[in-house]
Structure formats: C-alpha cells, structure tokens
C-alpha cells in the first residue's frame, strides 16, 4: 500500500494536472524535471521530450544576433538566484513550432537546505485569446468613438442646417408684421420663406426616408410615367434655389416619351437632390445642364455643373452616410451627408445607378442617372380615334381637413391651378358632398374629430354607383411612417401624402389621375359592349 506521501503527491499531480494553466518544475540548474500534459502541450512539446531540458534555453527565442537573452535578463534565472517569487509576468515563449506564444507566468522558488534540492515551479497560461480579445475590445471601443463622434457631428451640422432657414423665415416675418400690406418688399419676403420652408421640409423628409431605407421599410409605388413628367417637376421644384443663385439651367431632353416603371415621386426627390446640389455647389451665375441620352433599353440623365467639383479621393465617398467632405472646399457648403446617400439608394432601388465624375476641384462635376426603360405597351389606333376629343384637363378636388386655413389655402392654390373645389370640415360634411359634388379626387386629412379619415375612406368606398372604383382617395396627414401607410392603403387610400403637402405634389398626383382616366377611357371605347369588371 502507498504510504500517505505517496499518497499526498499522487493527490497533488492530480490536481496539477487539473490546472487551466501550465505547470512545470525545474531543479536549481534551470532543468526541468516535471511538466504536466497541458503544460507541455502549450508549449508544442510531449511531456517527456521536455524532462532534462533547459527550460530557459527551450522557450527563450533567440535575439537577432543568434544569441539567447542572457540570465541577467530572464526572471526564471533570477527567481534561481535570489530566491525571489516572480508574479503576473508577461512575455514571449517559444512554441515548438518557431511561433511565438505570449504567455504569463508565475515562479515560485524552492527553499531547500540543500543547493542541490533547490528549484522553482513554474505556472504559465497561453495570452493569445486574452490579447485578441482586448484587440477586439480596442477596435470596438475605436468604431463607436468613430461612431460617436460621427454623431455628434451630424447633431451639430443639423442644428446648423435647421436654424439657416429659420432665421431668414423669422426675419421675414418681422419685417412683414411692421410693414404694410401693400409694401414691394412683401412679395420679395414671402419668396424668401417660401424657399426656405422647403428647404425644411426636403431635409425633414430625407431624414424620415433615410430611416424608413436603413430599416427596411420603404416600399416603391411603380407605375408606367414618362421621364420627362419626373424631370419637369424636379426642375420646378429647384427652381427657387437656381433663382436666388442666378444659375442658368439648360436642358437638352428629347421629346418622345420615355416611360418609366418608377415611383414618380421617388425619383423627383431624386433628381430634386441632384439639382439642388449642383446649384449649391457652384458659384452664383454658372450654368447647370440637364441632357438626356437614349442608350438601348436605359435612359441616362446627366446633370452638369461648373462649381467647386470634387477631390479624386472623394468621388464614391460623397454617396456614404453622413458624408460632407470632398467638395466643401471653404467650409461653408457642408450639408448633412444623407442627401446623395438616400438619391443612390432611391435610383438602386428602381434597377438603376447613380454615379459621379469630376475632373477634379474646381473643375465641375457630372451627376449620372442610368434608369430601365419601360417595355414597350401596344396602341390600338382605331380605339384611340374612338376616344373623341380631348379630356378636360381639370378635376375636381373635395379637400376634407378640420383646420378651416389649411382646408381653404389649399382649395385656393388648387383653384388657382383651375381645378374645382369643395371643402368640408368633417367625415359626415363629406360624405354629404360626395354625391352631390361627384368629386375626382378627395384630399382627406385623418385626423378628423369624431369620424377619423380611416373611416371615412371605409365609407366612401362602400357607397354605391362605382364612387368606390372612381374617387381617388389621398391621405393628408403629419404621420408618415410605413406603417401609417400600410393603415391608409387598408382604408382604401391611393395615396399618402406627408404634411406640409407641396402643392406641386398634389399637381403630380392630379396629373396622374387624369393619365389614368385617359387610360380607363381608351379601356372603354375599346370594349363598349363589355360589361365592368367589379374587381
């Protein structure tokens, strides 16, 4: 039987050999003479291919020169020597392999009597995964500072970006408060904070699509639209900003009909920002051109500019995320970084590219939209003659909105246009005028007291005589989330406009509507005997 030292040191290796970490003897030469499994598989060795050898001699690379570092410079020799415990130290062994292997180690001495009985032991755990893991951690903690400071300044520029056209609009109307209603300045002022609120709602806009594309959410409304319909309305909707800078547009755009499959208004929010872009980047007088090229089945619309241009470095680094260098040379162009971001994305998204080119700073650049044509759709001639002559190219508009200013500047803006209006102030009100006015279109605020605009699209659909297939029904409303959407679509909407609505938009969907009724005229001198499809 064991005696209870065997015993003991049995029960020690054991638990030696337990250990996370490597755990070796050496005897007072520096020789080891125990090792445990674990140890030496650290190290790349077999256990018994480590016993009798230096440890100092086995896991110390050599220095450049060839040599070993002396035993001056290595603590397990000093713990030798002086007898001194060495703790948490950190360093390079050498693996088998050649590689090396950060480690940290402990030696503890063995006070023995006998300098023949003397030692150390030794325990060391493999760094590797600790030092990756803190590499990782200091990569991490450099993203969000990056991140972070990203943040921060994108706070910043959009403090900036929203109190520029703040101040002007506030200046405007003081001078409007204490001048007379006649005075010449008045009609000056009111451009003024008419450009300026739109500059606030395109950058409250980009900012909801922008989140609406990161999560996810933004869902295109195709339908077939001429090229030229998107153009014209981003070129009025520039319009404001060229004027202020005295920019000369030209346009080189062919006059058959290149019909899209696109979400019209997405892509006038595209070519919008484009325009913008190149006026506020120029100096005040150059010109900007809009050509238009036919390249078998893509359309290419180029937008030119003379201004400031863009670094070499900087021609893809425009299209990132909250990007504002490369073509702000003096500092005082910055934007906010999302508007050609969101353009790329929006033109991706209809199958298309966006690029840019420039010859350099200062030397201008080129803003390139390559868009899918539409399929060609066949044209009966002998129904088309049969249409007789043209549609009148006026509607007739129910605006339905509980705030008495905004339901009649609308109907006076629309009128203006030479649309015919009505107005009612809440859902019984327009379902009473529904049948009596016949209305084309209702523009329907949601947020009606009592009888909200869900409810009242649910009704308008549901009354009899084909009002449910030919009113077409848009949402005015402050909520413009996709899900917002998705509950109006349910309610029978066609469309879901945004407050503040722009009156070129509600002019873009009247335009479509009366495309659509030239469309379901052709349909029905084509059939006149068929009867109507409920679906």
Not at 14 to 35: F, H, K, N, P, Q
Not at 61 to 71: E, F, K, S, T
Not at 348 to 370: M, N, P, Q, W, Y
Not at 414 to 427: D, V, W
């Amino acid at each position: 039987m064991a005696s209870q030292r065997d015993q003991l040191t049995e029960r020690g290796r054991r638990m030696l050999e337990s250990s996370s970490d490597g755990v070796c003897e050496v005897d007072a030469a520096g020789y080891c003479t125990y090792i445990t499994a674990h140890g030496a598989h650290l190290l790349g060795y077999t256990v018994g291919s480590l016993i009798g050898k230096s440890l100092h001699e086995t896991v110390h690379p050599p220095l450049a020169d060839g040599r070993r570092i002396p035993p001056t410079q290595c603590s397990l020799c000093q713990a030798l020597q002086t007898h001194e415990p060495q703790r948490a130290i950190k360093a390079t062994f050498r693996h088998a392999s050649g590689h090396m292997l950060p480690v940290s180690y402990s030696i503890v001495p063995i006070i023995s009597t006998s300098p023949m009985n003397g030692g150390a032991v030794i325990a060391f755990s493999d760094d590797s995964e600790r030092l990756r893991a803190e590499q990782e951690i200091l990569r991490l903690t450099g993203e969000v500072t990056d991140s972070e400071r990203r943040q921060t300044e994108f706070i910043a520029i959009l403090s900036h970006e929203l109190r520029n056209p703040l101040a002007p609009i506030r200046t405007a109307l003081q001078v409007m408060r204490k001048s007379g209603p006649n005075d010449e300045s008045t009609a000056h002022l009111r451009n003024i904070m008419e450009r300026q609120l739109g500059y606030l709602v395109n950058l409250v806009n980009d900012l909801m699509d922008i989140s609406r594309l990161t999560s996810g959410r933004i869902e295109l409304k195709k339908e077939r639209v001429a090229l030229q319909e998107i153009l014209s309305s981003a070129i009025e909707a520039s319009a404001a900003l060229m004027a202020a800078s005295h920019n000369a547009l030209t346009t080189d755009i062919p006059q058959q009909p290149l019909l899209l499959n696109a979400d019209a208004t997405r892509l006038i929010q595209v070519f919008t920002n484009i325009l913008n872009n190149a006026s506020q980047y120029s100096s005040p007088g150059e010109p900007i051109s809009v050509r238009v090229l036919i390249e078998g089945e893509v359309v290419k619309v180029d937008i030119a500019d003379r201004g400031i241009g863009i670094g070499p470095e900087a021609v893809d680094q425009i299209f990132e995320m909250f990007a504002t260098s490369g073509r702000d040379v003096d500092g005082t162009r910055a934007g906010l970084g999302i508007g050609l971001n969101l353009s790329r994305r929006l033109v991706e998204l209809h199958d298309g590219k966006l690029i840019a080119t420039s010859e350099g700073l200062g030397r201008g650049s080129h803003f390139l939209v390559t868009l899918p044509l539409a399929e060609p759709q066949a044209v009966n001639l002998e129904n088309s003659a049969a249409l007789g002559p043209a549609l009148e190219p006026h509607v007739r508009a129910l605006i339905v909105d509980d705030n008495v200013d905004a339901a009649e500047s609308l109907s006076l803006l629309l009128q203006l246009e030479g649309h015919t209006t009505s107005i009612a102030h809440n859902g019984h009100e327009a379902l009473a005028k529904i049948g009596e006015f016949k209305p084309d279109i209702v523009l329907l605020d949601i947020g009606l007291p009592g009888m909200n605009g869900h409810d009242v699209a649910r009704a308008i659909r549901a009354l009899p005589g084909g009002t449910e297939r030919t009113t077409f029904l848009v949402a005015i409303t402050g909520w413009g989330s996709e899900e917002d959407r998705r509950r109006s679509a349910s309610a029978g909407f066609d469309e879901h406009l945004t407050k503040p609505v722009d009156i070129s938009m509600i002019e873009l969907l009247l335009t479509t509507l009366r495309s659509r009724r030239a469309a379901g005229s052709q349909a029905l001198a084509g059939s006149a005997d068929a009867p109507l499809s409920n679906t």
